[in-house]
């Protein structure tokens, strides 16, 4: 379930007219004295956004400004603008630091279109000289000037701006410069020590990438639903959850395109005969880095798999297939190899790891028996599918019991198809350990009438039944 | 039955310690006292085969599940200092099974010739192995058998019994010497003879019979209840029909459904939905039923339920707490702070009839919603997490912030006005003066800077005779409390000082890795304003209002059930004409001295605020001649009440502001508040703080989730505006050089 969110405004004209107050007349003294009133008040209901938040502070000193002609002591204004700016550039890069190492101010501004020189200012402002009046006024119009562009416009007209693309720089070169250097490390291994640092520069250049990607899915998603999961408190974790699992997943992407994990020889993708392993040299070039991004990003394995499954079904699918290409079965059961390493590896590190049998229904269940299928990826699907099952026997008895793959295809329905359909549901029933609790019939309680008896204290009336008053949002006042 | 694991637990205990050392009984063990000398046991119903367990098979090896068995057992009995019987180093465990299984049958025959062998046939009982898997704790060792150690009571013997309510199920439960019960869910516990140790309290028969609450949700450890040392052997007149199977070391115990529709306020705020409730994913043999609705038997600890641990240096922390007065509890947030602040409360109400408890910590109070310091006087042991006991306030004040952050000098000063309550009104009873209270004081989280030097700062008004501190860096290799440690400023060496050990903290994860502290908080405000308080004295006493129950007569007036069935937003509120019911309003926290006259109706609409009753009247604090007649009486920029004037009675929630130009004349508040309308006639200053209603408490979920269509004062999904977060904080960045 999702969860709204609290915001001081019963509808979006009161931030409209805010707005207006603000932007309209740059000279209007009285309506930013509104603006500002309003903003105190709403900044005392709750917490405000950043934007808000920043525009209150740096518009009391605009106006301190404007009515403080003839001052004899400036440097209370100055430092007033200068605490306004710092808090408006720092509020608007910390949501951005999601790794676990800091990334430049600069970089990230750049990314949010925020002018450079107002970081390079918050700079001056924090650690240098404190900066002159003319360009901390310059300063705060600029930042009045963004904030209008990208917060209160955005918010108050979501459709009319449109977002340009987000600039997301290409995974390939990363991987092709790690695939080459590895390969030369594990051909010959004295040149390990050699490459060491510069593989660990690589390593750490992935990491920077995934976190550029998960600043990107910020304004890819536009929208990103926040799910409630256990904890009110955990909306910012879910939404953070949501990009990071953006991110891994264009990650995934790459890293399955032919000439990554599966190589792009079909020689090299013979497969070890006694094994379900995928080819060693594979494996030697790509564990480094499946280990490290794994053991950075919880989810990281979890999204592979799911990455695999789905590009397992699209690959296999006659109907998705273009015209002259072929189904290509080498990369197909090299990739297939590929996931139950990675099952084989996650299970290792956690036995309890629950990858397995997730990855089996999403299997049962994407690769539909409906669908057109080639009949060597039908084969493929089977065997994988064994394979998958073959150390679990609570699997096994599942899979035996569907048969997902012997595809029936009678037209006609008749009675016992649906017995049989009954049989394997109680099969599949009595296969689960856990049955759901029945919920138990809940006490009727008679709302507690209130005390009538006792006379209410002057001044203070209890809206009962007959008094018209009628259940409404909180906030809102409906006489009585 | 009872006797064959009595027999069994007396042997683990005669066993040479090299077999079945603990590793973690560590430091304890010399003040544990020591083991209960064996008792001859009949051995005639151990034979007796179980015919509930018969139903159940199992796959396992015989040996494998014999080893795990004993290990197990032998746990619980080595340990017999501790109320609650769980140890967490699973894996050396493990290895001591081994010896125990060569030793312990060996151990059975050298103390008890005639507690012959057929004790162990019980061992090979198939049923009996699949209750005990090997992983998870054993919480229960009580095992239930109708009619033999449980029965259900007829109406006239629950009558007879004095039980509060007939109509509900009700159990007796028969407990060996030690045996343990883990509960989950709601009841009425009822100790017949003998006593049980629960959660610090020592609970024993009493005349009138005592019962009382027990609340275990999942959200928070459950309680395990355990029988000790039993009375002397009387017959249970009330019980004439069950009295021939009783043994004379039994201990008695009534469990009674318990209806407080406290379930439903799962139903307004998801996150706790059901954790009365089994999860769904536990399997039977971890679960028992006792015919009772809304309570089950935990026999083992599992994924989503786990059990409250005592520590056992906090026993012996206990003794030596009889003849004092006057007890500080402090340390770092999840330190398990809280948690020994109200077992120590449970075991003081074992030696006083009244305990005061004064609440500093503004985030996860006990007794109160958050954002107040409250003294309460306390009388019933306290059997359930906080939201489960809304309680009324002997004494408070508001802050209106889960911290003291942003008004540190008004909180030392409420803090400091609550101290000199409980000196003056409540330490020695106006009605009672041979009585002595004692205080449990317990304090903030926040232990570091600012939030150091108020606590030192309390620790100078409270007096303490002793302070329990839970000590979180260094902590040392002896593991126990050191009393009278010398502190390196020699200038506060008037206390004694106690350093505890937080509470593992694995354990504390496991438990709170659903619930957050932020989760807590919100449960127990929507708890609040869903409570029932009884809205006249029990037992009634005709001349005395509430409010001079709570001041001078110092009772505890608990909440005893929840309206849940509407969602705030359907309550019926109060009108409140401004004019006629309130004097002031005030604002407090950062940034609320901007907040402009013209702007208050907008502030105080949808907010929450303390209901303040103020002893200096309007007039000397307020002119009325300042804004036309009617509208909200609030100055800017003014200071929150003074403490020593004025005293806080609860919370309430504006849900409506009338416009101020209502046809009706002044401005009218909506207002919705618990608190009986006996006490609202003297608050007539209203406080608004930074505490808002959490958005569980502003949606209306009757029909499903709610439509994501636009509300007032509610937006879904996330604004396209860059900057439209709410300000993010990132305290644990590193940068790359420290890679």
Same mark, same amino acid.
């Given at each position: 379930?999702?969860?709204?969110?609290r915001?001081?405004? %019963?509808?979006?004209?009161?931030?409209?007219?805010?707005?207006?107050?603000?932007?309209?007349?740059?000279?209007?003294?009285?309506?930013?004295?509104?603006?500002?009133?309003?903003l105190?008040a709403?900044?005392?209901?709750?917490?405000?956004p950043?934007? =808000?938040?920043?525009?209150?502070?740096i518009?009391?000193v605009?106006?301190?400004?404007?009515?403080?002609?003839?001052?004899s002591?400036?440097?209370?204004?100055?430092?007033?603008?200068?605490?306004?700016?710092?808090?408006?550039?720092?509020?608007?890069? $910390?949501?951005?630091?999601?790794?676990?190492?800091?990334?430049?101010?600069?970089?990230?501004?750049?990314?949010?279109?925020l002018?450079?020189?107002?970081?390079?200012?918050?700079?001056?402002?924090?650690?240098?000289?404190?900066?002159?009046?003319?360009?901390?006024?310059?300063?705060?119009?600029?930042?009045? +000037?963004?904030?209008?562009?990208?917060?209160?416009?955005?918010?108050?007209?979501?459709?009319?701006?449109?977002?340009? $693309?987000?600039?997301?720089?290409?995974?390939?070169?990363?991987?092709?410069?790690?695939?080459?250097?590895l390969?030369?490390?594990?051909?010959?291994?004295?040149?390990?020590?050699?490459y060491?640092?510069?593989?660990?520069?690589?390593?750490?250049?992935?990491?920077?990438?995934?976190?550029?990607?998960?600043?990107?899915?910020?304004?890819?998603?536009?929208?990103?639903?926040?799910?409630?999961?256990?904890?009110?408190?955990a909306?910012?974790?879910d939404?953070?959850?949501?990009?990071?699992?953006?991110?891994?997943?264009?990650?995934?992407?790459?890293?399955?395109?032919?000439?990554?994990?599966?190589?792009?020889?079909?020689?090299?993708r013979?497969?070890?005969?006694? +094994? +379900? $392993?995928?080819?060693?040299?594979?494996?030697?070039?790509?564990?480094?880095?499946?280990?490290?991004?794994?053991?950075?990003?919880?989810?990281?394995?979890?999204?592979?798999?799911?990455?695999?499954?789905?590009?397992?079904?699209?690959?296999?699918?006659?109907?998705?297939?273009?015209?002259?290409?072929?189904?290509?079965?080498?990369?197909?059961?090299?990739?297939?190899?590929?996931?139950?390493?990675?099952?084989?590896?996650?299970?290792?590190?956690?036995p309890?790891?629950?990858l397995?049998?997730?990855?089996?229904t999403?299997?049962?269940? %994407?690769?539909?028996?409906?669908?057109?299928?080639?009949?060597?990826a039908?084969?493929?699907?089977?065997?994988?599918?064994?394979?998958?099952?073959?150390?679990?026997?609570?699997?096994?008895?599942?899979?035996?019991?569907?048969?997902?793959?012997?595809?029936?295809?009678?037209?006609?329905?008749?009675?016992?198809?649906?017995?049989?359909?009954?049989?394997r549901?109680?099969?599949?029933?009595?296969?689960?350990?856990?049955t759901?609790?029945?919920?138990?019939?809940?006490?009727?309680?008679?709302q507690?009438?209130?005390?009538?008896? =006792?006379?209410?204290?002057?001044?203070?009336?209890? =809206?009962?039944?007959?008094?018209?008053?009628?259940?409404?949002?909180?906030g809102v006042?409906?006489?009585? | 039955?009872?006797?064959?694991?009595a027999?069994?637990?007396?042997?683990?205990?005669?066993?040479?310690?090299?077999s079945?050392?603990?590793p973690?009984a560590?430091?304890?063990?010399?003040?544990?006292?020591?083991?209960?000398?064996?008792?001859?046991?009949?051995v005639?119903d151990?034979a007796?085969?179980?015919?509930?367990?018969?139903?159940?098979?199992?796959?396992?090896? !015989?040996?494998?599940?014999?080893?795990?068995?004993?290990?197990?057992?032998?746990?619980?009995?080595?340990?017999?200092?501790?109320?609650?019987?769980?140890?967490?180093?699973?894996?050396?465990?493990?290895?001591?099974?081994?010896?125990?299984?060569?030793?312990? !049958?060996?151990?059975?025959?050298?103390?008890?010739?005639?507690?012959?062998?057929?004790?162990?046939?019980? /061992?090979?009982?198939?049923?009996?192995?699949?209750?005990?898997?090997?992983?998870?704790?054993?919480?229960?060792?009580?095992?239930?058998?109708?009619?033999?150690?449980?029965?259900?009571?007829?109406?006239?013997?629950?009558?007879?019994?004095?039980?509060?309510?007939?109509g509900?199920?009700t159990?007796?439960?028969?407990?060996?010497?030690?045996?343990?019960?883990?509960?989950?869910?709601?009841?009425?516990?009822?100790?017949?003879?003998?006593s049980?140790?629960?959660?610090?309290?020592?609970?024993e028969?009493?005349?009138?019979?005592?019962?009382?609450?027990?609340?275990?949700?999942?959200?928070?450890?459950?309680?395990?209840?355990?029988?000790?040392?039993?009375g002397? !052997?009387?017959e249970?007149?009330?019980?004439?029909r069950?009295?021939?199977a009783?043994?004379?070391?039994?201990?008695?115990i009534?469990?009674?459904?318990l209806?407080?529709?406290?379930?439903?306020?799962?139903?307004?705020?998801?996150?706790?939905?059901?954790?009365?409730?089994?999860?769904?994913?536990?399997?039977?043999?971890?679960v028992? /039923?006792?015919? *009772?609705?809304?309570?089950?038997?935990?026999?083992?600890?599992?994924?989503?339920?786990h059990?409250?641990?005592?520590?056992?240096?906090?026993?012996?922390?206990?003794?030596?707490?009889?003849?004092?007065?006057?007890?500080?509890?402090?340390?770092?947030?999840?330190?398990?702070?809280?948690?020994?602040?109200?077992?120590?409360?449970?075991?003081?109400?074992?030696?006083?009839?009244?305990?005061?408890? *004064?609440?500093?910590?503004?985030?996860?109070?006990?007794?109160?919603?958050?954002?107040?310091?409250?003294?309460?006087?306390?009388?019933?042991?306290?059997?359930?997490?906080?939201?489960?006991?809304?309680?009324?306030?002997?004494?408070?004040?508001?802050?209106g912030?889960?911290?003291?952050?942003?008004?540190?000098s008004?909180?030392i000063?409420?803090?400091?006005?609550?101290?000199?309550?409980?000196?003056?009104?409540?330490?020695?009873p106006?009605d009672?003066?041979?009585?002595k209270?004692?205080?449990?004081?317990?304090?903030?989280g926040w232990?570091?800077?600012?939030?150091?030097?108020?606590?030192?700062?309390?620790?100078?008004?409270?007096?303490? /005779?002793?302070?329990f501190?839970?000590?979180?860096?260094?902590?040392g290799?002896?593991?126990?409390?050191?009393?009278?440690?010398?502190?390196?400023?020699?200038?506060?060496?008037?206390?004694?000082?106690?350093?505890?050990?937080?509470?593992?903290?694995?354990?504390?994860?496991?438990?709170?890795?659903?619930?957050?502290?932020?989760?807590h908080?919100v449960?127990s405000?929507?708890?609040y304003?869903?409570?029932?308080?009884?809205?006249?004295?029990?037992?009634?006493?005709p001349?005395?209002?509430?409010?001079?129950?709570l001041?001078?007569?110092?009772?505890?007036?608990?909440?005893?059930?929840?309206?849940?069935?509407?969602?705030?937003?359907?309550? !019926?509120?109060?009108e409140?004409?401004?004019?006629?019911?309130?004097?002031?309003?005030?604002?407090?926290?950062?940034g609320?001295?901007?907040?402009?006259?013209?702007?208050?109706?907008?502030?105080?609409?949808?907010?929450?605020?303390?209901?303040?009753?103020?002893?200096?009247s309007?007039?000397t604090?307020?002119?009325?001649?300042?804004?036309?007649?009617?509208?909200?009486?609030?100055?800017?920029?003014?200071p929150?009440?003074?403490?020593?004037?004025?005293?806080?009675?609860?919370?309430?929630?504006?849900?409506?502001?009338?416009s101020?130009?209502?046809?009706?004349?002044?401005?009218?508040?909506?207002?919705?508040?618990?608190?009986?309308?006996?006490?609202l006639?003297?608050?007539?200053? *209203?406080?608004?703080?930074?505490?808002?209603?959490?958005?569980?408490?502003?949606?209306?979920?009757?029909?499903?989730?709610?439509?994501?269509?636009?509300?007032p004062?509610?937006?879904?999904?996330?604004?396209?505006?860059?900057?439209?977060?709410?300000?993010?904080?990132?305290r644990?960045?590193?940068?790359?050089?420290?890679?």
């Amino acid at each position: 379930m999702r969860l709204p969110r609290r915001v001081p405004w %019963t509808s979006i004209a009161e931030l409209d007219q805010v707005c207006s107050w603000i932007f309209t007349d740059e000279r209007d003294l009285d309506s930013k004295i509104l603006a500002i009133n309003r903003l105190a008040a709403w900044k005392a209901i709750t917490q405000l956004p950043h934007a =808000l938040e920043s525009t209150h502070a740096i518009l009391a000193v605009i106006v301190e400004d404007m009515k403080e002609e003839g001052s004899s002591s400036y440097l209370p204004l100055r430092q007033s603008y200068a605490s306004a700016l710092i808090r408006l550039v720092n509020g608007l890069v $910390d949501p951005l630091q999601l790794g676990v190492y800091a990334r430049s101010i600069a970089a990230i501004a750049s990314q949010l279109d925020l002018p450079l020189w107002l970081v390079e200012l918050r700079h001056a402002a924090t650690h240098e000289e404190l900066p002159s009046l003319e360009l901390l006024r310059e300063g705060a119009r600029q930042s009045m +000037s963004w904030l209008l562009h990208n917060y209160w416009l955005p918010t108050i007209n979501p459709t009319t701006v449109t977002k340009a $693309d987000a600039p997301l720089r290409p995974l390939s070169p990363i991987l092709k410069q790690y695939k080459d250097m590895l390969k030369l490390t594990t051909r010959d291994a004295s040149l390990k020590s050699q490459y060491k640092q510069s593989i660990g520069q690589i390593l750490k250049e992935v990491e920077k990438w995934i976190a550029e990607a998960k600043v990107t899915a910020n304004v890819v998603a536009g929208e990103l639903g926040w799910n409630v999961g256990h904890s009110a408190d955990a909306v910012h974790t879910d939404e953070q959850d949501a990009k990071e699992r953006w991110a891994l997943e264009v990650f995934c992407e790459a890293l399955l395109e032919k000439g990554g994990l599966v190589p792009l020889s079909k020689k090299r993708r013979t497969l070890p005969a006694d +094994s +379900s $392993d995928p080819p060693l040299p594979s494996v030697q070039v790509w564990k480094p880095l499946l280990m490290h991004v794994h053991s950075l990003h919880y989810e990281f394995f979890a999204t592979l798999v799911n990455k695999m499954i789905y590009r397992l079904a699209d690959d296999a699918s006659t109907t998705e297939l273009e015209l002259g290409s072929r189904y290509d079965l080498s990369y197909a059961s090299c990739l297939s190899s590929w996931m139950l390493w990675v099952i084989k590896t996650a299970e290792s590190e956690d036995p309890d790891s629950t990858l397995r049998v997730e990855a089996s229904t999403l299997l049962i269940t %994407t690769v539909q028996p409906g669908a057109e299928y080639d009949p060597s990826a039908k084969k493929m699907f089977v065997t994988l599918l064994g394979n998958l099952c073959s150390q679990v026997p609570q699997l096994q008895n599942a899979l035996t019991t569907l048969r997902p793959f012997d595809f029936v295809s009678t037209a006609d329905w008749t009675a016992e198809d649906v017995s049989v359909m009954e049989d394997r549901l109680n099969i599949l029933l009595s296969l689960s350990v856990s049955t759901p609790e029945p919920d138990p019939d809940e006490p009727v309680f008679t709302q507690d009438a209130s005390p009538a008896g =006792l006379s209410s204290p002057p001044g203070w009336r209890l =809206l009962g039944a007959g008094s018209g008053w009628k259940p409404c949002p909180i906030g809102v006042y409906s006489a009585a | 039955m009872i006797s064959a694991i009595a027999a069994r637990k007396a042997a683990q205990a005669k066993l040479p310690a090299s077999s079945l050392t603990q590793p973690a009984a560590e430091s304890n063990d010399s003040e544990s006292p020591s083991p209960v000398p064996p008792k001859r046991k009949r051995v005639s119903d151990a034979a007796t085969p179980h015919p509930k367990k018969k139903k159940k098979s199992s796959n396992k090896p !015989p040996s494998a599940v014999k080893t795990m068995r004993y290990f197990q057992e032998s746990d619980p009995i080595t340990r017999q200092d501790d109320i609650i019987l769980i140890e967490s180093d699973q894996e050396d465990e493990d290895e001591d099974g081994v010896d125990a299984l060569t030793s312990a !049958p060996v151990g059975t025959r050298a103390w008890s010739p005639d507690g012959p062998v057929t004790d162990d046939s019980e /061992d090979e009982d198939p049923g009996s192995r699949k209750e005990l898997p090997s992983g998870p704790k054993i919480l229960s060792s009580y095992s239930p058998v109708l009619n033999q150690n449980l029965f259900p009571l007829e109406r006239n013997e629950i009558a007879a019994l004095g039980l509060p309510s007939s109509g509900c199920k009700t159990v007796l439960v028969v407990l060996g010497e030690d045996e343990t019960i883990a509960l989950l869910g709601t009841c009425t516990l009822t100790v017949i003879r003998g006593s049980v140790l629960l959660l610090g309290a020592t609970l024993e028969p009493s005349q009138p019979r005592q019962h009382h609450r027990i609340f275990a949700p999942r959200s928070s450890p459950i309680p395990v209840l355990k029988a000790s040392s039993s009375g002397k !052997p009387s017959e249970v007149s009330e019980l004439s029909r069950l009295n021939h199977a009783f043994r004379g070391e039994n201990t008695l115990i009534v469990l009674q459904e318990l209806r407080t529709n406290v379930e439903g306020l799962g139903k307004i705020c998801k996150t706790f939905q059901g954790v009365f409730q089994l999860p769904s994913s536990l399997s039977s043999p971890s679960v028992l /039923d006792l015919g *009772l609705h809304g309570v089950h038997l935990v026999m083992n600890e599992s994924k989503g339920i786990h059990a409250f641990v005592q520590p056992s240096p906090w026993d012996s922390a206990f003794v030596l707490c009889e003849s004092e007065q006057v007890f500080l509890v402090k340390g770092a947030k999840k330190s398990g702070k809280s948690t020994f602040a109200r077992t120590l409360l449970n075991h003081l109400l074992g030696s006083h009839r009244r305990v005061a408890y *004064l609440e500093c910590d503004l985030g996860q109070s006990e007794f109160t919603p958050g954002g107040m310091v409250a003294l309460n006087v306390i009388e019933k042991p306290v059997l359930g997490p906080p939201f489960t006991h809304p309680t009324l306030p002997t004494h408070a004040h508001y802050l209106g912030s889960f911290t003291p952050r942003s008004s540190p000098s008004h909180y030392i000063s409420a803090i400091q006005s609550l101290a000199q309550t409980y000196q003056l009104d409540v330490k020695t009873p106006y009605d009672d003066p041979d009585e002595k209270i004692p205080v449990v004081v317990n304090t903030m989280g926040w232990t570091k800077g600012l939030g150091a030097d108020l606590t030192k700062r309390i620790e100078e008004i409270i007096e303490p /005779d002793r302070v329990f501190e839970f000590e979180v860096e260094g902590r040392g290799s002896d593991g126990g409390w050191y009393p009278q440690k010398q502190r390196q400023d020699p200038s506060i060496p008037k206390y004694h000082l106690h350093i505890l050990r937080p509470i593992e903290s694995q354990a504390i994860d496991a438990a709170t890795a659903y619930y957050s502290a932020a989760d807590h908080r919100v449960i127990s405000l929507l708890s609040y304003f869903h409570a029932v308080f009884p809205s006249s004295p029990s037992p009634p006493s005709p001349s005395s209002s509430l409010a001079l129950l709570l001041k001078d007569s110092l009772r505890q007036i608990t909440a005893q059930t929840w309206a849940t069935s509407l969602p705030l937003l359907a309550q !019926p509120p109060y009108e409140v004409d401004v004019e006629k019911a309130i004097e002031t309003v005030h604002l407090i926290g950062a940034g609320s001295e901007d907040v402009v006259k013209e702007e208050i109706n907008r502030v105080l609409n949808g907010a929450i605020v303390g209901l303040i009753s103020s002893e200096i009247s309007a007039s000397t604090s307020y002119s009325q001649g300042e804004a036309g007649p009617g509208s909200i009486p609030y100055v800017q920029n003014t200071p929150p009440p003074d403490p020593n004037t004025s005293r806080a009675h609860g919370l309430a929630l504006i849900r409506g502001v009338s416009s101020e130009a209502g046809d009706t004349g002044g401005t009218r508040l909506h207002v919705l508040t618990p608190l009986p309308p006996d006490l609202l006639s003297t608050t007539k200053v *209203l406080v608004k703080g930074e505490m808002e209603m959490p958005v569980w408490g502003l949606l209306d979920l009757r029909g499903g989730p709610p439509e994501e269509t636009a509300k007032p004062f509610l937006q879904w999904g996330k604004g396209e505006g860059l900057g439209s977060e709410k300000r993010r904080v990132r305290r644990n960045l590193m940068r790359k050089s420290q890679a």
